[in-house]
Each structure stands twice: as C-alpha cells, then as structure tokens.
C-alpha cells in the first residue's frame, strides 16, 4: 500500500509570502477503507501531514478534500512535516 494522488484543490494556499500547491492524498488499506492526508508542495519543497481522515472509498477522500476550509489548511500545514522530493 502506498499513498497517491487524488486530487488537486484549485486554490493554492497562500503562508509566509510563499504560495503551495495542495494535493490531496490517500491510500487503501488491507479493509478496502482509505486513509486521506494533505500535501503542500511549493517548488522543489514539499510538506506532508499524516493521515487526516479515514474514508470508507477513493471517492470519499476525493469529497473529504474538496472541502477542505482555509482555516483547516492552516492547521494541517502546522502539522506537516518536511519530505525530501
């Protein structure tokens, strides 16, 4: 199991002057659930949360992550931790 991509929101979020892509991630498990997390990338530097949401389907996560509020992204960035590329 790995994570991949899901979706993509259409409005970057905007912190500290810099401007990141949001992705949203999620990958299934053994259950046939899936895990949703958030993926801020911005150039060559990217920032993961850990596993957000659990979902009962790829759609779900899909849904979850569309409606994802400022202030919940906020926080999620706060919460993610740097990744090599």
Known sequence: MAWKPVTTLDTPFRTGGR???VRIDGEERKDGT???RV???????IRVTSQET????RGA?????TGLEPIYLEGA???AREEAP
């Open 39 to 45: 993926v801020f990338v911005d150039g060559s530097n």
């Open 77 to 79: 960035f706060a919460r």
């Open 54 to 57: 659990s979902q009962p389907n």
């Open 61 to 65: 996560v899909e849904y979850w992550g």
């Open 34 to 36: 899936w895990g949703g």
């Open 19 to 21: 401007k990141f892509l």
